[in-house]
């Protein structure tokens, strides 16, 4: 590493915002590095849903896809973890465990931190009956016994929709009730509201069976929606960098203007780090705008 030519553009995260941006900036003869520490979010899933033309690919297919498609231009990649970036007026610097790397331009594209709680049962149903969005997994588990819970403000419209894959809908209310007019609402759509919180799940090989509520009682469910808090990496916290308000990520999400460009130079960030649509389809849109304006900033310069 440390090459004595700079790159031009080093992606950081090499899932679909991040990939996606590599094929545009490969395609534009771009000298690009993906550092990619491996984890996406959606790891633990079988399969990618509302991906058109690969619907239900498995997300490390998509990855391995993805990889294979990039061959035939100059984007190297870089297994490992950026630790640092800092920037001296004409090109970023990125620190690695075994070196740096130099580049005229950089993307972060590293997704968010879901901030689980710690319920046993959790880790073996993560990603299998207990999802974050009734979009990608709703289909799967329609008109099976469903709880929703944990979206802070967003629970009824949330549950409201997730109504729409299953009649058998109960919503966790937490400690407090839900105001009575959207309580009526939720009602009305044959929603059965309850107070509590969950403490642990109940499965088997993955596939829920039940909620243990902190009243004590175990209700039988097939699969639980949750409004999952976030923050961002360690990385992303440590830059700076302007935000907005999200709520859900704790840290607000990074502020880009239409090109996917934050407030610091030469730096743009796509993906969930920066999304409200935290999707496939959308990341690799994001990430596509980025690569696509990174060569056109760049191809502007003197
Ligand atoms: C359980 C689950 C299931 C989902 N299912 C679907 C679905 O079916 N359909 C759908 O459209 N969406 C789904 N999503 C959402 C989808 O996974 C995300 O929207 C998408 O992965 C975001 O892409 P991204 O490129 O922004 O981030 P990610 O896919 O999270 O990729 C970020 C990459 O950056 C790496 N990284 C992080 N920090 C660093 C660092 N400092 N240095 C180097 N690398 C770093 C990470 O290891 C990771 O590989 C699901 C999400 C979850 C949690």
């Given amino acids: 590493m440390n090459e004595a030519q700079p790159l031009d553009l080093l992606i950081i995260g090499g899932g679909p915002a991040g990939l996606s941006a590599a094929l545009y900036a490969g395609r534009a003869r771009r000298r690009v590095c993906v550092v990619d520490a491996g984890q996406p979010r959606h790891a633990v899933s079988a399969a990618v849903h509302n991906l058109i ?89 329609r008109d099976r016994p469903l709880m929703a819970y944990g979206q802070g403000d967003h629970l009824v419209p949330f549950a409201t929709m997730l109504s729409a894959w299953s009649r058998d809908l109960v919503v966790l209310t937490g400690d407090a009730p839900l105001p009575e007019a959207e309580a009526e609402g939720l009602r009305a759509r044959g929603v059965v509201l309850r107070a509590g919180h969950p403490t642990a799940l109940e499965h088997e090989n993955g596939a829920l069976t039940g909620v243990h509520l902190d009243d004590g009682t175990l209700l039988p469910r097939s699969a639980l929606f949750l409004g999952v808090r976030q923050r961002q990496t360690a990385l992303v916290r440590g830059l700076g960098l302007e935000a907005v308000p999200s709520p859900v990520n704790e840290d607000g999400d990074v502020k880009v203007d239409g090109t996917g460009r934050t407030n610091l130079p030469m730096l743009w960030a796509a993906g969930d780090l920066c999304s409200r649509m935290q999707q496939v389809s959308a990341a690799i849109a994001a990430g596509g705008v980025c690569g696509a304006m990174i060569h056109a900033t760049l191809s502007m310069r003197p």
């Fill in 53 to 141: 033309g690969l619907e239900g690919v498995a997300p490390a297919e998509l990855r391995r896809r993805a990889w294979s498609d990039l061959a035939p231009y100059d984007v190297q990649r870089q297994e490992g973890q950026v630790l640092g970036l800092s920037y001296d007026g004409a090109l970023w610097t990125a620190a690695l465990a075994g070196g740096s790397l130099r580049a005229h331009a950089v993307l972060l594209a590293v997704g968010v931190v879901d901030l689980l709680p710690d319920w046993p049962g959790l880790d073996a149903t993560w990603g299998r009956s207990v999802h974050v969005c009734p979009f990608c997994h709703g289909w799967e588990q």
